[in-house]
């Protein structure tokens, strides 16, 4: 698999030394690094994965709502970039599969046009521009808003309306750049099956995933990687679960999974299809729920990693939650209160998780 050799450790060595050696940004002041692409041309009539889903983040290119978002140019991800998650044979055919025009690959259904595989490459450069300049910077808190989403895209195959793996991209990038350890905390409803299996046999990644047991695409059971206990975290959540049956999982598995595995850097897949407006899921976590996650994840990063915390966007299905939501996000990052909720609290639901945590724990060896 990838990320193995003694070329890999010698170089990793050298640049880990490079690159926690920088220090903090040397006035102290919180900075978001932000990257946009909505892939307008990247469309299918009626398709929820959709242009529409961005469009309210299009006049933040000029006028960003918190004074500590900072927006970066990116270029296309190059072939090397791509290879760190993909196969060969994987990127090619992508390709081919674009160059026939408007059509489904897969039965999620994902779809690919014409402008498909470029919107895939800006949407995987974009994300790697944000990582690349907060480990230029040793620290630092940035978001990808970026379409086609990525988590469900494997080695081998595109999938889910995932067509290249984003955030698996920039995190390979960042192990092969320097650092030691790195982990991915995924919270949209659906597990990231993409994620974990470009990284099944990586030992410097970690993946946890919070997501709602029994959907699309039918994976990420407890005892699916019994070859990585402690590394590679599963954790079903049944339907109708709410923002505190969320709040309490998170605090009870991944607090202490990511204590334990001492990553250098956080990578976030951001979905914010928990959302209890959202016509795909059944989670019913509100947008106060995704602020509070974003202030622990914030934390988290702040005593484990220097700072460094990277969040791509994922799913996220209703336009005006996904707006509220990814906003609330972005409030904790650069330090504020406010954001909007349209939706409000939504539905006071609770499922009694403690069996699931006490199993959790015990397969992956967590302790209190």
């Known amino acids: ?90 990127i090619e055919s992508l390709q081919a599969e674009c160059g026939q025009g408007v059509h489904e690959i897969e039965l999620a259904p994902t779809y690919v046009t014409a402008a498909s595989f470029q919107a895939a490459l800006g949407a995987a450069g ?68 993409g994620i974990e299996d470009v990284f099944w046999h990586t030992d410097q990644v970690g993946y946890c995933s919070i997501h709602e047991q029994g959907l699309y695409p039918g994976t990420g059971q407890v005892e699916a990687a019994p070859h990585a206990r402690g590394r590679l975290i599963n954790i079903p959540v049944p339907a109708f679960s709410g923002t505190k049956t969320f709040g309490q999982i998170f605090d009870q598995v991944a607090v202490p999974w990511l204590k334990a595995f001492q990553p250098e850097m956080l990578f976030i897949a951001a979905g914010y299809d928990a959302h209890f407006s959202d016509p795909l ?23 484990l990693t220097e700072g460094r915390i990277l969040f ?11 707006s509220d939501n990814l906003q609330a996000s972005l409030a ?8 909007p909720d349209h939706y409000g609290k939504g539905p006071n639901q609770f499922r009694p998780v403690a069996s699931l945590v006490e199993t959790i724990r015990k397969y992956h060896y967590l302790q209190e």
């Open 312 to 322: 791509a966007l994922e799913g996220g299905y209703d336009p005006l939650a996904l």
């Open 126 to 193: 974009a994300t790697l521009a944000v990582s690349r300049r907060i480990l230029a910077e040793g620290t630092g808190r940035g978001f990808a808003i970026v379409r086609p989403p990525g988590h469900h895209a494997t080695h081998e195959r595109s999938m889910g309306f995932c067509l290249f793996n984003n955030l698996a991209i920039a995190a390979a990038d960042a192990v092969i750049g320097g650092l030691s350890r790195v982990a991915i905390f995924d919270f949209d409803a659906h597990h990231g099956n």
């Open 332 to 339: 904790a990052l650069s330090g504020e209160e406010d954001y």
């Open 1 to 90: 698999m990838i990320l193995t050799g003694e070329w890999f450790y010698s170089l990793s060595a050298y640049m880990r030394y490079t690159i926690l050696c920088k220090g903090m940004m040397k006035d102290n002041k919180v900075h978001v690094f932000w990257t946009y692409q909505d892939a307008p041309d990247h469309f299918s009539p009626g398709h929820p994965e959709s242009p529409d889903r961005l469009s309210v983040f299009k006049d933040w290119i000029t006028h960003s709502p918190y004074p500590a978002m900072e927006r970066l140019d990116y270029a296309p991800a190059r072939p090397g970039d791509l290879i760190l998650a993909h196969s060969q044979k994987m």
């Open 281 to 303: 899921t059944s989670l019913t976590v509100n947008t106060q729920g995704f602020f509070t996650l974003t202030q622990k994840l914030i934390k988290l990063a702040d005593e």
